[in-house]
């Protein structure tokens, strides 16, 4: 993409608050709003830090090898060195990492939780976990379909009568990507209104209304695309069995039984984080960044110079992104949550085989990507990753050898397009898997 393709059209957003630390003199800001999720952060090829990032390997040298009977390594100085340089070589600002292993935890954190700050980062910061939170809007689904009120192969239309073609699209391929429906994040609609309306407060129902007013992808059943769209309408429906709003059912579903008292759907007006929390930070805008999140050849050599800055995207309202991708945690949280994700806890043993089982290739073209019930495989680890902008994360669990891995970082993506979250865990999982 040319520097003139990437002109600017930043509107209100440099008048976000809360931008506390102006750039030194001589410095020069990018604003932005940005959602990376645009086209690339949820279509088949996106970024979306969700699949694309199933990757494992597109960044650091090859996708994650290795069998049930591979060993494990473990190396406490070199995921921490391998972490450090990694999240150097970025340029992010802040970022944590955690490693648990049954030899123990690894953890680390590096930089600041604001950009030219001088708070450290934390084990303890709060951040936005992006699209890992449709783990969990997909286990709520399954939970209803364990207590027999709501089936896989039920038509969406059962529920929401007002999908075109509900009657052919079911339950189980909203959870799996593969209904067809088009992706709201990646029209030019939702992107321009975030780059000019930062503070937008969205309703599921608006953004709903955004994907379905697309052409779909394709057949229902037909191929694989991701799309936030199917999330959203699992969202709704959940509300709808329930009678609640989502962030209630996650906190009695999820966030409670688990312990997960870091952990929460902020309400839709709620742009805050909790204490501590970290800046998170971006270069471009969402309409600029629809094709390629790379900065183009001068600004990448400015961003590295330091003398091109990342604008500061801490309380945008992330309304937009709602049971997609919208809850604020901690790694220690993050971590609890993503083992039991894996590992079992939230359903019954038949159905948990089951969800692990439902992972399958998708038409990617990544090393070895496999998506299923509101739950990616990446290597041997069964998580997700997630994006917003300015926060990228990545978490997994291997429950055969009883390994998790879960990183984040306060940029995203890193100036040369890269997820910088993901980059690094792919590097942790090849240290401790070989590649």
Request: charged share 20%; net charge neutral; hydrophobic share 40%.
């Amino acid at each position: 993409m040319s520097a003139q393709r990437r002109s600017r059209n930043t509107g209100g957003i440099r008048g976000l608050s809360n931008r506390r630390g102006a750039p030194q003199r001589g410095t020069e800001v990018l604003a932005t709003t940005r959602s990376r999720r645009s086209r690339r952060a949820v279509s088949t090829a996106g970024v979306v830090v969700a699949l694309a990032l199933l990757l494992v390997g597109c960044a650091a040298g090859g996708p994650v090898r290795g069998t049930s009977a591979s060993p494990v390594t473990v190396d406490a100085a070199t995921l921490k060195a391998e972490f450090a340089r990694l999240a150097k070589s970025l340029q992010v600002p802040g970022a944590a990492m955690l490693v648990r292993s049954p030899a123990g935890d690894v953890t680390a954190t590096y930089g600041v939780t604001e950009l030219g700050g001088s708070t450290p980062v934390s084990l303890a910061d709060h951040f936005r976990v992006g699209s890992n939170t449709k783990t969990m809007t997909g286990t709520v689904i399954l939970q209803l379909v364990q207590e027999g009120r709501i089936a896989l192969h039920d038509p969406v239309s059962t529920y929401l009568p007002n999908v075109p073609n509900g009657d052919h699209i079911t339950i189980e391929q909203l959870l799996d990507m593969r209904s067809g429906l088009a992706n709201y994040t990646a029209t030019l609609a939702l992107n321009t209104a975030l780059d000019e309306e930062p503070q937008r407060v969205w309703t599921p129902e608006e953004l709903a209304a955004m994907g379905l007013a697309e052409k779909p992808n394709f057949a229902p059943g037909d191929d694989w695309s991701y799309s936030n769209t199917n999330t959203v309408l699992l969202g709704l429906i959940a509300q709808k069995l329930e009678g609640e709003p989502l962030s209630t059912i996650f906190e009695k579903r999820l966030f409670e039984p688990l312990g997960l008292n870091q952990t929460a759907l902020p309400a839709a007006t709620d742009a805050s984080l909790p204490e501590p929390y970290t800046h998170g930070y971006m270069y471009s805008n969402n309409v600029d960044t629809m094709e390629s999140a790379k900065l183009p050849a001068d600004e990448l050599a400015r961003a590295k110079a330091g003398t091109l800055l990342p604008s500061d995207q801490t309380n945008v309202n992330p309304s937009w992104a709602w049971a997609a991708g919208g809850v604020i945690s901690t790694i220690g949280d993050l971590a609890k949550w993503v083992e039991a994700l894996g590992g079992g806890g939230l359903l019954d043993g038949k159905l948990q085989k089951e969800r692990l089982a439902s992972v399958r290739t998708v038409p990617v073209d990544l090393p070895d990507p496999r998506y299923g019930w509101g739950i990616a495989k990446i290597g041997q680890l069964y998580g997700h990753t997630g994006e917003l902008p300015g926060y990228n994360s990545f978490m997994g669990y291997d429950p055969v050898h009883r390994v998790t891995i879960v990183v984040w970082t306060n940029l995203a993506p890193a100036a040369d397009g890269r997820p910088p979250a993901a980059t690094i865990a792919t590097r942790l999982m090849t240290s401790i898997y070989g590649g």
